[in-house]
């Protein structure tokens, strides 16, 4: 799905949202951060949403070892979230780019677990969070999630 979100991006860049940049140092940056989410946040929280939610779903329990273990990494990658955002609005610089967008959905999930406060509680984070989840193509979605 990230190489899809890209090459819609790419294809309909004068339509919409130029999700991807043109700046070479801002196209760096967006990419810099898809890296981050997809080698770094995803394999923190995907295990993490898997455990407290979608296992459940299916009737099995989660494994507290897991969830701790999954937390804890969460917790340093949103660390370096946390300084990166405390200088910027967004990930890549001051505009809504495509790795912000590909961070909605399992943050979303996270947000319906006990483990919200691996957001909430981080002033920078909680910030972007609660800016890149109102807006409203989002809010459509996730309405449906």
């Known amino acids: 799905s ?7 991006s790419y294809k309909y860049k004068d339509m919409g949202p130029d999700f991807m940049r043109t700046d070479p140092a ?10 981050a989410e997809a080698h770094h946040y995803h394999p923190a929280i995907g295990p993490l949403v898997f455990e407290c939610i979608f296992k459940q779903m299916f009737g099995g329990a989660p494994d507290e070892a897991v969830v701790a273990a999954q937390a804890e990494k969460l917790g340093k990658v949103l660390d370096v979230y946390e300084e990166t955002l405390s200088k910027r609005k967004y990930l890549a610089g001051d505009f809504f780019s495509l790795a912000d967008l590909h961070h909605l959905p399992y943050t979303h ?8 406060s691996l957001i909430t509680s981080r002033k920078h984070v909680n910030a972007w969070w609660e800016d890149i989840s109102s807006r409203p193509a989002w809010q459509k979605v996730a309405a449906n999630m």
């Open 109 to 116: 999930y996270l947000m319906c677990t006990p483990h919200a």
């Open 2 to 8: 990230r190489a899809i979100t890209k090459y819609i």
């Open 26 to 35: 801002e196209v760096a940056g967006v990419a810099a951060w898809m890296e």
